[in-house]
Protein backbone atom coordinates (compact mmCIF):
# COMPACT_ATOMS: atom_id res chain seq x y z
CA UNK A 1 0.00 0.00 0.00
CA UNK A 2 1.43 3.11 -0.99
CA UNK A 3 0.29 6.92 0.82
CA UNK A 4 -0.80 9.77 -1.80
CA UNK A 5 -2.97 12.47 -1.88
CA UNK A 6 -6.44 11.97 -3.93
CA UNK A 7 -6.98 13.84 -6.95
CA UNK A 8 -10.36 15.27 -5.02
CA UNK A 9 -7.72 16.43 -2.35
CA UNK A 10 -5.31 18.10 -4.67
CA UNK A 11 -8.09 19.68 -6.54
CA UNK A 12 -9.88 21.55 -2.84
CA UNK A 13 -5.94 22.62 -2.76
CA UNK A 14 -5.79 23.66 -5.74
CA UNK A 15 -9.34 26.26 -5.14
CA UNK A 16 -8.14 27.29 -2.01
CA UNK A 17 -4.42 28.11 -2.84
CA UNK A 18 -4.25 29.13 -6.83
CA UNK A 19 -2.25 27.47 -9.34
CA UNK A 20 0.22 26.99 -9.99
CA UNK A 21 0.91 25.34 -6.79
CA UNK A 22 3.55 22.25 -5.34
CA UNK A 23 2.29 19.85 -2.67
CA UNK A 24 4.06 17.65 -0.42
CA UNK A 25 2.32 15.08 1.24
CA UNK A 26 4.20 14.43 5.09
CA UNK A 27 3.29 10.92 5.47
CA UNK A 28 4.41 9.91 2.25
CA UNK A 29 8.04 11.21 3.09
CA UNK A 30 8.08 9.73 6.26
CA UNK A 31 6.66 6.23 4.43
CA UNK A 32 10.43 6.65 2.44
CA UNK A 33 12.14 7.10 5.20
CA UNK A 34 10.59 3.95 7.14
CA UNK A 35 11.41 1.80 4.28
CA UNK A 36 15.31 3.12 4.30
CA UNK A 37 15.07 2.20 8.27
CA UNK A 38 14.13 -1.32 7.70
CA UNK A 39 16.11 -1.70 4.88
CA UNK A 40 19.14 -0.97 6.49
CA UNK A 41 18.76 -2.43 9.99
CA UNK A 42 20.76 -5.00 9.75
CA UNK A 43 24.22 -2.64 9.94
CA UNK A 44 24.92 0.74 11.69
CA UNK A 45 23.94 3.26 9.06
CA UNK A 46 23.12 6.14 9.39
CA UNK A 47 20.65 8.31 6.45
CA UNK A 48 21.54 11.76 5.83
CA UNK A 49 18.78 13.51 3.49
CA UNK A 50 20.57 15.61 1.07
CA UNK A 51 18.26 18.41 1.32
CA UNK A 52 19.29 20.19 -2.19
CA UNK A 53 16.24 18.52 -3.50
CA UNK A 54 13.80 20.14 -1.13
CA UNK A 55 14.82 23.02 1.11
CA UNK A 56 11.52 24.35 2.52
CA UNK A 57 11.97 24.45 5.60
CA UNK A 58 8.74 22.58 7.71
CA UNK A 59 9.67 19.55 4.88
CA UNK A 60 13.39 19.77 7.52
CA UNK A 61 11.37 20.08 10.40
CA UNK A 62 9.41 17.13 9.25
CA UNK A 63 12.23 14.85 8.52
CA UNK A 64 14.32 15.72 11.66
CA UNK A 65 11.28 14.81 13.39
CA UNK A 66 11.49 11.49 11.76
CA UNK A 67 15.05 11.22 13.17
CA UNK A 68 16.50 11.11 9.85
CA UNK A 69 19.73 13.60 9.35
CA UNK A 70 20.51 15.93 7.03
CA UNK A 71 23.55 16.43 3.81
CA UNK A 72 24.22 19.62 3.00
CA UNK A 73 25.41 21.26 -0.47
CA UNK A 74 26.46 24.30 0.37
CA UNK A 75 26.92 26.23 3.85
CA UNK A 76 23.68 27.85 3.87
CA UNK A 77 21.74 24.50 3.26
CA UNK A 78 23.78 23.98 6.59
CA UNK A 79 22.28 27.12 8.31
CA UNK A 80 19.06 26.01 6.98
CA UNK A 81 19.32 22.68 8.71
CA UNK A 82 20.20 24.16 11.85
CA UNK A 83 17.38 26.88 11.85
CA UNK A 84 15.16 23.75 11.27
CA UNK A 85 16.75 22.43 14.61
CA UNK A 86 18.93 19.73 13.18
CA UNK A 87 21.85 19.32 15.78
CA UNK A 88 25.57 19.72 14.14
CA UNK A 89 26.14 15.83 14.70
CA UNK A 90 23.59 15.05 12.57
CA UNK A 91 24.34 17.09 9.52
CA UNK A 92 27.51 16.71 6.82
CA UNK A 93 28.58 18.88 4.42
CA UNK A 94 29.44 17.37 1.65
CA UNK A 95 30.95 19.76 -0.46
CA UNK A 96 32.07 20.34 -3.83
CA UNK A 97 34.25 23.08 -5.90
CA UNK A 98 33.29 25.98 -2.89
CA UNK A 99 36.14 28.39 -1.02
CA UNK A 100 38.36 26.97 1.96
CA UNK A 101 35.98 29.92 4.28
CA UNK A 102 33.28 27.41 3.26
CA UNK A 103 34.85 24.78 5.34
CA UNK A 104 35.98 27.21 7.81
CA UNK A 105 32.87 28.11 8.53
CA UNK A 106 31.64 24.57 8.73
CA UNK A 107 33.85 23.85 11.22
CA UNK A 108 32.92 26.33 13.15
CA UNK A 109 29.51 25.51 13.18
CA UNK A 110 30.89 21.74 14.18
CA UNK A 111 29.40 19.91 11.42
CA UNK A 112 30.10 16.43 9.49
CA UNK A 113 32.34 18.03 6.53
CA UNK A 114 33.27 15.67 3.44
CA UNK A 115 36.20 17.29 1.67
CA UNK A 116 36.71 17.05 -2.69
CA UNK A 117 39.59 18.43 -3.46
CA UNK A 118 43.77 17.86 -2.58
CA UNK A 119 43.75 21.91 -2.31
CA UNK A 120 41.23 22.08 0.43
CA UNK A 121 42.99 19.09 1.97
CA UNK A 122 45.76 20.25 2.26
CA UNK A 123 44.60 23.69 3.32
CA UNK A 124 42.18 21.50 6.19
CA UNK A 125 45.52 19.76 7.15
CA UNK A 126 47.89 22.70 7.77
CA UNK A 127 44.75 24.57 9.87
CA UNK A 128 43.49 21.89 11.81
CA UNK A 129 45.83 19.26 11.76
CA UNK A 130 44.53 15.93 13.57
CA UNK A 131 41.76 18.17 15.78
CA UNK A 132 38.57 17.92 13.48
CA UNK A 133 37.82 14.30 12.21
CA UNK A 134 37.10 14.89 8.02
CA UNK A 135 35.72 12.38 5.41
CA UNK A 136 36.70 12.96 1.80
CA UNK A 137 35.14 12.73 -1.28
CA UNK A 138 36.73 10.39 -3.66
CA UNK A 139 35.76 10.05 -7.78
CA UNK A 140 36.07 6.46 -8.55
CA UNK A 141 35.79 6.46 -12.19
CA UNK A 142 32.47 4.64 -12.52
CA UNK A 143 29.79 5.54 -15.26
CA UNK A 144 26.38 5.36 -13.53
CA UNK A 145 23.26 7.64 -13.39
CA UNK A 146 19.88 8.22 -15.03
CA UNK A 147 22.07 10.22 -17.77
CA UNK A 148 25.53 12.69 -18.16
CA UNK A 149 24.59 15.47 -16.09
CA UNK A 150 23.43 13.35 -13.27
CA UNK A 151 26.26 11.29 -13.31
CA UNK A 152 29.18 12.46 -11.12
CA UNK A 153 31.37 9.50 -10.73
CA UNK A 154 33.23 9.39 -14.33
CA UNK A 155 36.70 10.21 -15.30
CA UNK A 156 35.76 13.47 -16.49
CA UNK A 157 33.27 14.51 -13.77
CA UNK A 158 34.34 17.65 -11.70
CA UNK A 159 33.33 15.39 -8.74
CA UNK A 160 35.71 14.55 -5.83
CA UNK A 161 39.12 13.55 -5.82
CA UNK A 162 40.01 11.76 -8.43
CA UNK A 163 41.16 8.31 -6.93
CA UNK A 164 44.25 7.55 -8.92
CA UNK A 165 45.75 10.47 -6.45
CA UNK A 166 45.24 8.24 -3.50
CA UNK A 167 48.91 8.71 -3.12
CA UNK A 168 48.73 12.59 -2.67
CA UNK A 169 46.23 12.08 -0.13
CA UNK A 170 47.94 10.03 1.32
CA UNK A 171 50.85 12.24 1.46
CA UNK A 172 48.71 14.86 3.07
CA UNK A 173 47.39 13.44 5.44
CA UNK A 174 50.88 11.95 6.70
CA UNK A 175 52.13 15.69 6.59
CA UNK A 176 49.65 17.21 8.63
CA UNK A 177 48.03 14.39 10.96
CA UNK A 178 45.02 14.61 9.02
CA UNK A 179 42.25 12.62 11.01
CA UNK A 180 40.75 11.46 7.90
CA UNK A 181 37.49 9.52 9.65
CA UNK A 182 35.21 8.39 6.49
CA UNK A 183 35.45 8.14 2.65
CA UNK A 184 32.65 8.99 0.29
CA UNK A 185 31.94 8.31 -2.75
CA UNK A 186 28.71 9.32 -5.01
CA UNK A 187 28.79 8.17 -8.31
CA UNK A 188 25.12 9.92 -9.34
CA UNK A 189 21.50 9.85 -9.62
CA UNK A 190 18.86 7.45 -10.57
CA UNK A 191 21.61 4.70 -10.18
CA UNK A 192 18.93 1.18 -10.20
CA UNK A 193 21.72 -0.96 -10.31
CA UNK A 194 22.79 -2.31 -6.97
CA UNK A 195 25.96 -3.50 -8.26
CA UNK A 196 27.02 -0.06 -8.44
CA UNK A 197 27.07 0.63 -4.99
CA UNK A 198 28.54 -2.72 -4.13
CA UNK A 199 31.68 -1.26 -6.64
CA UNK A 200 31.69 1.47 -4.74
CA UNK A 201 31.81 -0.88 -1.74
CA UNK A 202 34.93 -2.71 -3.10
CA UNK A 203 36.93 0.13 -3.52
CA UNK A 204 36.04 1.04 0.36
CA UNK A 205 37.49 -2.60 1.11
CA UNK A 206 40.76 -1.76 -0.45
CA UNK A 207 41.02 1.45 0.64
CA UNK A 208 40.14 0.74 4.66
CA UNK A 209 43.49 -0.93 5.54
CA UNK A 210 45.07 2.74 4.21
CA UNK A 211 43.15 5.07 6.58
CA UNK A 212 43.44 3.27 10.52
CA UNK A 213 40.95 5.60 11.01
CA UNK A 214 38.15 5.46 8.91
CA UNK A 215 34.82 4.92 10.61
CA UNK A 216 32.49 5.77 8.01
CA UNK A 217 31.87 4.61 4.59
CA UNK A 218 29.88 7.01 2.81
CA UNK A 219 27.62 5.69 -0.50
CA UNK A 220 26.14 8.77 -1.10
CA UNK A 221 22.95 8.92 -3.04
CA UNK A 222 20.87 8.68 -5.84
CA UNK A 223 18.85 5.91 -5.25
CA UNK A 224 16.18 5.42 -8.51
CA UNK A 225 12.38 5.89 -8.10
CA UNK A 226 9.82 4.94 -10.19
CA UNK A 227 8.69 7.91 -12.31
CA UNK A 228 6.30 5.79 -14.95
CA UNK A 229 3.83 3.16 -14.16
CA UNK A 230 5.28 -0.33 -14.28
CA UNK A 231 8.94 1.40 -13.69
CA UNK A 232 11.21 -0.30 -10.71
CA UNK A 233 12.87 2.10 -8.23
CA UNK A 234 16.26 0.86 -6.61
CA UNK A 235 16.01 -2.42 -4.74
CA UNK A 236 16.88 -0.80 -1.25
CA UNK A 237 16.50 -3.90 0.67
CA UNK A 238 18.42 -6.17 -1.48
CA UNK A 239 21.26 -3.00 -1.20
CA UNK A 240 20.66 -3.14 2.37
CA UNK A 241 21.61 -6.29 2.49
CA UNK A 242 24.49 -6.68 0.68
CA UNK A 243 25.49 -3.31 2.53
CA UNK A 244 25.03 -4.97 6.00
CA UNK A 245 27.30 -8.05 4.55
CA UNK A 246 29.90 -5.82 3.58
CA UNK A 247 30.33 -3.41 7.10
CA UNK A 248 30.01 -6.34 9.20
CA UNK A 249 32.77 -8.21 7.56
CA UNK A 250 34.83 -5.25 7.69
CA UNK A 251 34.05 -4.73 11.12
CA UNK A 252 35.60 -8.31 11.96
CA UNK A 253 38.19 -7.77 9.79
CA UNK A 254 39.56 -4.93 10.97
CA UNK A 255 38.40 -4.81 14.36
CA UNK A 256 37.05 -1.44 14.04
CA UNK A 257 33.34 -0.57 14.05
CA UNK A 258 32.29 1.03 10.56
CA UNK A 259 29.25 2.85 9.54
CA UNK A 260 27.71 3.11 6.51
CA UNK A 261 26.21 6.33 5.59
CA UNK A 262 24.03 7.58 2.85
CA UNK A 263 22.47 10.35 1.23
CA UNK A 264 19.24 10.23 -0.53
CA UNK A 265 17.60 13.42 -1.91
CA UNK A 266 15.25 12.05 -4.17
CA UNK A 267 13.99 8.87 -2.57
CA UNK A 268 12.94 10.72 0.27
CA UNK A 269 10.87 13.45 -1.07
CA UNK A 270 10.48 12.87 -4.99
CA UNK A 271 7.10 10.78 -4.66
CA UNK A 272 6.00 13.04 -1.85
CA UNK A 273 5.29 16.04 -4.52
CA UNK A 274 2.50 17.20 -6.90
CA UNK A 275 2.60 20.06 -9.10
CA UNK A 276 -0.90 21.56 -10.12
CA UNK A 277 -0.40 24.07 -13.18
CA UNK A 278 -4.06 25.11 -14.93
CA UNK A 279 -4.48 24.38 -18.83
CA UNK A 280 -4.46 28.38 -19.96
CA UNK A 281 -4.96 27.48 -24.00
CA UNK A 282 -5.04 24.47 -26.34
CA UNK A 283 -4.33 24.75 -30.05
CA UNK A 284 -4.08 22.32 -32.76
CA UNK A 285 -1.98 22.13 -35.58
CA UNK A 286 -1.62 19.50 -37.90
CA UNK A 287 -1.44 16.18 -35.55
CA UNK A 288 -0.11 18.27 -32.89
CA UNK A 289 -2.19 19.23 -30.50
CA UNK A 290 -1.22 21.53 -27.91
CA UNK A 291 -2.13 21.83 -24.18
CA UNK A 292 -0.65 25.14 -22.84
CA UNK A 293 -0.41 25.61 -18.75
CA UNK A 294 0.46 28.28 -16.50
CA UNK A 295 4.09 27.06 -16.03
CA UNK A 296 7.35 26.39 -17.64
CA UNK A 297 10.64 25.40 -17.05
CA UNK A 298 10.63 28.45 -14.58
CA UNK A 299 9.06 26.08 -12.15
CA UNK A 300 9.98 22.32 -13.55
CA UNK A 301 12.82 21.83 -15.40
CA UNK A 302 13.32 18.86 -15.25
CA UNK A 303 11.54 17.25 -18.50
CA UNK A 304 13.39 20.16 -20.12
CA UNK A 305 17.27 19.87 -19.34
CA UNK A 306 16.89 16.29 -18.21
CA UNK A 307 14.47 15.03 -20.45
CA UNK A 308 12.82 13.45 -17.34
CA UNK A 309 9.61 11.88 -17.74
CA UNK A 310 6.99 12.97 -15.37
CA UNK A 311 3.48 11.25 -15.12
CA UNK A 312 0.49 13.55 -15.80
CA UNK A 313 -2.55 13.74 -15.22
CA UNK A 314 -5.79 15.59 -15.79
CA UNK A 315 -7.45 16.01 -12.35
CA UNK A 316 -10.27 18.16 -13.69
CA UNK A 317 -11.82 15.21 -16.11
CA UNK A 318 -9.92 12.03 -14.91
CA UNK A 319 -12.86 10.03 -17.39
CA UNK A 320 -12.33 11.94 -20.29
CA UNK A 321 -11.29 9.91 -23.11
CA UNK A 322 -7.55 9.38 -23.77
CA UNK A 323 -6.12 11.64 -26.56
CA UNK A 324 -2.68 12.63 -27.40
CA UNK A 325 -1.12 16.04 -25.96
CA UNK A 326 2.23 18.15 -26.27
CA UNK A 327 2.02 19.56 -22.75
CA UNK A 328 4.03 23.41 -23.15
CA UNK A 329 4.04 26.09 -20.77
CA UNK A 330 3.43 29.37 -21.23
CA UNK A 331 7.59 30.88 -20.97
CA UNK A 332 9.32 32.45 -24.29
CA UNK A 333 11.31 29.39 -24.53
CA UNK A 334 10.40 25.95 -25.80
CA UNK A 335 9.58 24.31 -22.57
CA UNK A 336 7.93 21.18 -23.18
CA UNK A 337 6.90 18.82 -20.43
CA UNK A 338 5.64 16.29 -22.23
CA UNK A 339 5.33 15.16 -26.08
CA UNK A 340 2.22 12.88 -27.59
CA UNK A 341 1.00 12.01 -24.24
CA UNK A 342 -2.34 10.11 -24.11
CA UNK A 343 -4.34 12.14 -20.91
CA UNK A 344 -8.13 12.33 -20.37
CA UNK A 345 -9.52 14.52 -22.30
CA UNK A 346 -8.53 18.42 -21.98
CA UNK A 347 -10.57 21.59 -21.57
CA UNK A 348 -9.00 25.20 -21.34
CA UNK A 349 -9.39 25.53 -17.01
CA UNK A 350 -8.94 22.08 -16.32
CA UNK A 351 -6.02 21.15 -13.80
CA UNK A 352 -3.23 18.77 -14.62
CA UNK A 353 -1.08 17.43 -11.85
CA UNK A 354 2.57 16.11 -13.12
CA UNK A 355 3.82 13.49 -9.99
CA UNK A 356 7.24 13.14 -8.61
CA UNK A 357 7.15 16.59 -8.39
CA UNK A 358 9.12 16.88 -4.97
CA UNK A 359 12.68 16.29 -5.51
CA UNK A 360 14.31 19.27 -7.72
CA UNK A 361 10.79 20.69 -8.63
CA UNK A 362 10.21 24.10 -6.92
CA UNK A 363 14.03 23.93 -5.87
CA UNK A 364 15.77 24.63 -9.06
CA UNK A 365 12.77 27.16 -9.79
CA UNK A 366 13.36 30.36 -11.30
CA UNK A 367 11.30 33.99 -12.38
CA UNK A 368 12.70 33.73 -16.07
CA UNK A 369 10.02 35.61 -17.82
CA UNK A 370 9.60 37.83 -14.45
CA UNK A 371 7.22 34.95 -13.63
CA UNK A 372 6.57 34.11 -9.83
CA UNK A 373 7.35 31.29 -8.18
CA UNK A 374 4.85 29.21 -7.05
CA UNK A 375 3.43 28.46 -3.83
CA UNK A 376 4.31 25.51 -1.86
CA UNK A 377 1.63 23.43 0.35
CA UNK A 378 2.17 20.85 2.68
CA UNK A 379 -0.15 17.80 3.31
CA UNK A 380 0.19 16.55 7.06
CA UNK A 381 -2.63 14.36 8.88
CA UNK A 382 -4.82 15.12 6.14
CA UNK A 383 -4.73 19.02 7.10
CA UNK A 384 -3.44 21.63 4.40
CA UNK A 385 -0.95 24.46 5.19
CA UNK A 386 0.83 26.90 3.42
CA UNK A 387 4.35 26.47 3.53
CA UNK A 388 5.81 29.20 0.93
CA UNK A 389 3.54 31.91 -0.34
CA UNK A 390 3.28 32.67 -4.02
CA UNK A 391 5.79 35.99 -5.20
CA UNK A 392 4.19 38.72 -5.56
CA UNK A 393 4.73 42.22 -7.73
CA UNK A 394 7.40 42.94 -5.27
CA UNK A 395 9.29 40.36 -4.84
CA UNK A 396 10.72 41.01 -8.77
CA UNK A 397 11.93 44.06 -7.17
CA UNK A 398 13.52 43.03 -4.10
CA UNK A 399 16.69 43.08 -5.15
CA UNK A 400 16.90 45.35 -7.32
CA UNK A 401 18.57 48.60 -7.04
CA UNK A 402 16.54 51.54 -9.04
CA UNK A 403 19.42 54.02 -9.47
CA UNK A 404 17.94 55.58 -12.23
C1 LIG B 1 22.60 15.50 -4.96
C2 LIG B 1 23.40 14.67 -4.04
C3 LIG B 1 22.80 13.61 -3.37
C4 LIG B 1 21.37 13.20 -3.57
O1 LIG B 1 21.10 12.65 -4.81
P1 LIG B 1 19.67 12.01 -5.08
O2 LIG B 1 19.73 11.55 -6.49
O3 LIG B 1 18.66 13.07 -4.90
O4 LIG B 1 19.49 10.89 -4.12
C5 LIG B 1 23.56 12.92 -2.44
N1 LIG B 1 24.85 13.24 -2.21
C6 LIG B 1 25.46 14.25 -2.86
C7 LIG B 1 26.86 14.57 -2.54
C8 LIG B 1 24.76 15.00 -3.79
O5 LIG B 1 25.37 15.99 -4.44
Known sequence: MSTSLSRQQLLNIADEYGTPVYVYHAEKITEQYQKLKTAFAAAPTRIFYACKALTNINILKHINSLGCQVDCSSINEVKLALHAGFEPKNILYTSNGIAFSEIEEAVSLGVNINIDSLSNLGKFGKKYGHSYPVGIRLRPNIMAGGNLKISTGHEKSKFGIPIEQIDQVLELVKTNQIHIAGLHIHTGSEIKDVDVFMKVGDIFAELVPRFPEVRFLDFGGGFKVPYKENETGTDVPLLGQKVAELINQLTATHQRNFEAWFEPGKFIVSECGYFITEVNVLKESGKIRFAGVNSGFNHLI??????????????????????????????????????DRPIAEIREGDKLVFYNAGAYGYEMGSNYNSRYKPAQVLVKEGKAFLVARRDEFTDLLRNQVEVL
Open 302 to 339: RPMFYDSYHHIENISHPEGPLKNYTITGNICETDTFAT
